[in-house]
T-cell receptor
Framework: ELKVEQNPLFLSMQEGKNYTIYCNYS?????LYWYRQDPGKSLESLFV?????AVKQEGRLMASLDTKARLSTLHITAAVHDLSATYFC????????????FGAGTQVVVTP | DGGITQSPKYLFRKEGQNVTLSCEQNLNHDAMYWYRQDPGQGLRLIYY???????QKGDIAEGYSVSREKKESFPLTVTSAQKNPTAFYLC?????????????FGDGTRLSIL
């Protein structure tokens, strides 16, 4: 069974500090997506990682993909309150062709 | 502006009742998807459609039905056979079904049991 595991599931951040969210998956895949969800809202696409070694950065967020380790990381630099949200990774393995498998999400709360 | 419109935002279902959630997109996307989200969990795929008049079961299709008569529309019916329908339902679309195709999401419908 394909598993996508995020950790931690909850992350309390202090403003100005750096943190990392991990996304491990159990099958071969070189396609991985990161989404952000605000409470009661829809999902917003953050990053699309389409190959081994892919690194994408936007503002204080940086995502990377290591397909050999079956691991993606979402790094947050100098956290600010606006980054409070739930972050999901989703894997697109070959055997599911186009059908994403989501992790459970990491709820991030940034406090002063 | 192009996007995905889901309605209603909130929906209540009585015992034994079927209810239909609407999803419309004006992005000219071929592929559309329905997901269910439960508190503290990731999204689970209910049904998906590659093209008009075609749809396939996802991971949790039991108790749900869909149709795809128009490219723009992909309504989801939650039938009385779905014994635990309370959840947040999200519709998504992509240019086509494929591993490189980012999915764009609607704002969701929150379904509760009366």
């Amino acid at each position: 069974e394909l598993k996508v595991e995020q950790n931690p599931l909850f992350l309390s951040m202090q403003e100005g500090k750096n943190y990392t969210i991990y996304c491990n998956y159990s099958t071969t895949s070189d396609r991985l997506y990161w989404y952000r969800q605000d409470p009661g809202k829809s999902l917003e696409s953050l990053f699309v990682l389409l190959s081994n070694g892919a690194v994408k950065q936007e503002g204080r967020l940086m995502a990377s993909l290591d397909t050999k380790a079956r691991l993606s990381t979402l790094h947050i630099t100098a956290a600010v309150h606006d980054l409070s949200a739930t972050y999901f990774c989703a894997v697109a393995p070959v055997e599911r062709w186009g059908k994403l498998q989501f992790g459970a999400g990491t709820q991030v709360v940034v406090t002063p | 502006d192009g996007g995905i419109t889901q309605s209603p935002k909130y929906l209540f279902r009585k015992e034994g009742q079927n209810v239909t959630l609407s999803c419309e997109q004006n992005l000219n996307h071929d592929a559309m998807y329905w997901y269910r989200q439960d508190p503290g969990q990731g999204l689970r795929l209910i049904y998906y459609s590659q093209i008009v008049n075609d749809f396939q079961k996802g991971d949790i299709a039991e108790g749900y039905s869909v149709s795809r008569e128009k490219k723009e529309s992909f309504p989801l019916t939650v039938t009385s056979a779905q014994k635990n329908p309370t959840a947040f339902y999200l519709c998504a679309s992509s240019i086509r079904l494929g591993r490189n195709q980012p999915q764009h999401f609607g704002d969701g419908t929150r379904l509760s049991i009366l």
